[in-house]
């Protein structure tokens, strides 16, 4: 194990004893604001020092088992320990550097997900519908449920604009801390190459659609939107809807003034019900306008292997006729674009969470 990570390790043995200590104080028990706050720490501090006490005693076994190999009884034993304690330690320091990584605590949090037609007309809206699918069919295998908050549907088909939210267990993404921790990394611009079904020369073409993944703003949290910044449009929903659509007024768009953030919803049932679901993804977009100034201050600072999620950033390449799916931040090429489209985006999601444990593991030592 790295110097560096045993140092930091030796920070939570000595942490978890003070926690103990500041615990059982009678006055912080009667402070409940304080005892919480102290008790959450514990937990998360205890589960650390306590894979590295198992560190500590497996270390210690493979080192009692090597001094046995002198021994000509002992040697065949003591190096089936040795191989065993060796393995473990590997898996344990693996833990415990995904544990000493610093943590978003938005990456429990569900997620809205946005995804906008970009150059190439129909056929991005098309490709816009595509994306939508295999989101939905990857959260339908995580376990999550879909909502569809919004959709600005195109005559041939697919979305102009389509906003999804994802709600589930934390847990189940592959960042184990999740749904907007395991989408995170969506956001950004998203290239395709394919013969439309609307070329009839047999043309390959290029188009681009956005996506941008948005921590669902926790109610104690969210931003506190002044109503008086709020312009609030009611208009007759379209699109297919059955017998409800278009005999009532019940579509609502709300608009930031101050930014010109809009948000809309016409798939509830209720105006009170859509109301409630565009001010939800407006206070969502403002707070990921506040995050993504945030992030881009830091990637002029630094540029990061995973990037800041900004919408300009181009990501990803679809490519149907070679059948491939490329990730241009951690040049990986996976030639099963047919299974990606479907949802089966496991092995892509951990290669970039891998990415950036890895980066952050790399700051961690640098700022040691």
């Known amino acids: 194990m790295k110097d560096f990570l045993r140092q930091q390790l030796e920070r939570y043995a000595e942490r978890l004893k003070e926690l103990d ?14 005892f919480r706050v102290l008790s959450r720490e514990h937990v998360d501090v205890s589960a650390v020092a306590g894979r590295y006490q198992r560190h500590q005693q497996v270390e210690a076994d493979v080192a009692t088992a090597r001094e046995m190999l002198a021994d000509p009884d002992m040697a065949d034993m003591a190096q089936e320990e040795i191989a065993s304690g060796e393995a473990e330690l590997e898996q344990l320091e693996s833990q415990l550097q995904r544990m000493l990584l610093p943590r978003d605590p938005d990456d429990a949090r569900n997620a809205f997900l946005e995804i906008r037609a970009g150059t ?15 989101y939905t069919r990857y959260a339908e295998r995580q376990g999550w449920r879909v909502e569809i908050m919004s959709a600005n549907e195109s005559e041939l088909g697919g979305y102009k604009e389509v906003v999804l939210r994802f709600e589930g267990q934390a847990g189940n993404g592959p960042s184990g801390g999740g749904i907007y921790g395991a989408m995170r990394f969506e956001s950004g611009g998203h290239r395709v190459q394919r013969v439309p079904a609307t070329e009839t ?69 209720s105006q009170h019900s859509n109301k409630a679901k565009a001010l939800q993804v407006l206070q969502a977009r403002l707070q990921e306008k506040e995050r993504s100034e945030r992030a881009a201050k830091e990637a002029a600072m630094r540029k990061g ?64």
């Not at 059982?24 to 028990?29: G, H, K, T, V, Y």
């Not at 002044?226 to 379209?238: E, V």
């Not at 490329?326 to 969470?353: A, P």
């Open 21 to 34: 200590f500041l615990l059982s104080r009678e006055d912080i028990m009667a402070d409940m604001a304080q």
């Open 120 to 134: 190439g007309g129909d056929e991005s809206a098309l490709f816009a519908g595509d994306l939508a699918r295999m």
């Open 201 to 269: 020369q047999g043309r390959i073409h290029t188009s681009a659609c956005t996506v941008a993944v948005m921590p669902e703003p926790d109610e104690h949290q969210a931003i506190t939107l002044n109503p008086a910044d709020l312009r609030i449009d009611t208009f007759r929903a379209s699109g297919a809807g059955g017998q409800h659509i278009n005999k009532t007024d019940s579509a609502v768009r709300v608009v930031h003034l101050p930014t010109g953030i809009v948000a809309e919803c016409q798939d509830g049932r």
């Open 305 to 368: 292997l995973i990037g800041s999620g900004d919408r300009s950033d181009r990501i990803r390449t679809y490519n149907f006729p070679q059948g491939r799916m490329t990730d241009h931040r951690i040049n990986l090429t996976l030639y099963k674009l047919g299974f990606i489209m479907d949802g089966d985006l496991q092995e892509l999601m951990e290669s970039l969470q891998a990415a950036r444990e890895a980066e952050q593991l790399a700051e961690l030592e640098v700022n040691q």
